[in-house]
């Protein structure tokens, strides 16, 4: 039997790159002819509550990237909740486990105020590189850590870091989840297929270019240092909901609250916003589209 470690890619047989293509698939599509109340386009806001765990999860210690992850607690969410608040919009916050402990009044204040918690992993740990055993252990702690603060029972999952092994939808499927946001096969709702099977799990789909990290994150000790301008953020961000709109389909966006909010940037999504305001348009949480979406797919 040939060992396929040893192979180059383009030395794999059919049926070994098939097999890797057919993991996991887009099946049909959850799109609706309209959306609730008739509305032309649904809009979904999300923001990865990540905070100090994106410095502990590979091991790391800086007090300096740490404290960034506090300012998410101490400023950003704060900033964003008011500011949904001023326009009532509800979102949806996916919420490491760790980080629900280091701040459990702010996920209790979150469900309080009508919005979403979804899963966001125990340490935003890398699913790839996880054993099928340790995954679904950390997929099913996290869930109930975070039923155990809110009172509330997670619906969804976006896996950290959109890092989705061969093991995830398997494990989704055994928690009993609506929906994934952590794929990019389309621009609207789909179900997921786990080799070759329907799974009934919808797909909320995630797009780089939908995510404020990519345009504003930095390592001061890596050479990871984009900048791109909020004024051209708002730009792109505006293009894909204008789109979207257009298409009577679905407007999702990433963001991150240590990211999104300082002075200079938390504009962007009140423009946004009030943009999308301005049009027949549906706002929701996740949990709310994916439903939505399966029930009255067209």
């Known amino acids: 039997m040939t060992d396929m470690s040893k192979l180059e890619p383009w030395q794999w047989p059919e049926a070994q790159w098939r097999h890797l293509v057919g993991q996991v698939r887009a099946g049909r599509s959850y799109r609706p002819a309209s959306w609730k109340n008739g ?33 998410g607690n101490r400023i950003g969410i704060p ?27 702010e996920q209790r204040r979150i469900v309080a105020e009508g919005h979403e918690i979804g899963i966001h992993g125990w340490i935003h740990e890398l699913n790839s590189i996880l054993p099928y055993e340790a ?27 959109w890092d989705f092994s061969p093991n995830t939808l398997k494990i989704e499927t055994e928690l009993g989840l609506l929906y994934d946001s952590s794929l990019m096969a389309d621009e609207d709702c789909y179900e997921l297929e786990l080799h070759g099977e329907k799974t009934g799990i919808v ?21 990871l240092r984009p900048y791109t301008p909020p004024a051209d ?3 792109i961000f505006t293009r894909e909901f204008d789109a979207a709109y ?44 994916a439903a939505y979406a399966r029930e009255h797919a067209a």
Not at 39 to 64: P, Y
Not at 203 to 223: G, H, K, L, T
Request: negative net charge; glycine residues 6%; proline residues 4%.
């Open 39 to 71: 509305a032309r386009c649904a809009v979904a806001l999300s923001f990865d509550s990540d905070h100090e765990t994106n410095e502990l999860r590979d091991g790391g210690k800086s007090i300096g990237r740490m404290s960034w992850g506090q300012y």
């Open 79 to 105: 900033r964003v909740l008011a500011l949904l608040d001023r326009y009532d919009v509800k979102a949806t916050f996916y919420v490491p486990a760790v980080a629900a402990l280091l701040y459990e009044d």
């Open 135 to 161: 995954e679904r252990d950390l997929m099913f702690r996290s869930t109930d850590t975070l039923e155990r603060i809110t009172g509330v029972r997670p619906v969804g999952l976006r896996t950290p870091s």
């Open 203 to 223: 797909e909320v789909p995630v797009e780089w270019i939908r995510d404020d990290a990519v345009y504003f994150m930095m390592n001061r000790f890596q050479s």
């Open 233 to 235: 953020v708002l730009d």
């Open 246 to 289: 257009e298409a009577g389909g679905l407007f999702q966006l990433t963001m991150h609250p240590h990211i999104i909010t300082p002075r200079s940037r938390i504009w962007i999504l009140e423009e946004l916003i009030r943009h999308a305001k301005a049009k027949d348009v549906w706002f929701a949480t996740h949990a709310e589209v």
